[in-house]
């Protein structure tokens, strides 16, 4: 059974940062797009960001470009987001998503119905 385990969430102060991973057990780790989504209470869940694990391309959503960095560690099978600056507006439950359909990476904020694995979340809470 595949398994993606979100960690590294908790309550910051606006202006700090946090770093979440998402390790990934039985499965093929190389050659997916993993994607990080997040979700705030009463909201849709939208995309954050995304990453080809194959290479090196990475795909950001505006709101967070300059702030979030999307990385990889292929020999844990640990893909990571680095949230720096981090303001109320990105409280959100974060999931991280896993497809093997490469293609669906560039377009990943509007694919998310379509990820096929997920994690169970980690809660991110900024205060002002």
């Known amino acids: 059974q595949v398994q993606l385990v979100e960690s590294g969430g908790g309550s910051v102060q606006a202006g700090g940062s946090l770093r979440l991973s998402c390790t990934v057990s039985?499965?093929?780790?190389?050659?997916?797009?993993m994607a990080w989504f997040r979700q705030a209470p009463g909201k849709e869940r939208e995309g954050v960001a995304a990453?080809?694990?194959?290479?090196?391309?990475?795909y950001y959503v505006d709101s967070v470009k300059g702030r979030f960095t999307i990385s990889q560690d292929s020999a844990k099978n640990t893909v990571f987001l680095q949230m720096a600056n981090l303001s109320p507006t990105d409280t959100a439950m974060y999931y991280c998503?896993?497809?093997?359909?490469?293609?669906?990476?560039?377009?990943?904020?509007?694919?998310?119905?379509?990820?096929?694995?997920w994690g169970q979340g980690t809660q991110v809470t900024v205060s002002s």
């Open positions: 990453i080809y694990t194959g290479g090196t391309s990475t």
């Open positions: 998503a896993a497809d093997r359909r490469v293609g669906i990476c560039r377009s990943f904020a509007s694919a998310s119905r379509i990820f096929t694995h």
């Open positions: 039985n499965y093929t780790y190389s050659g997916n797009c």
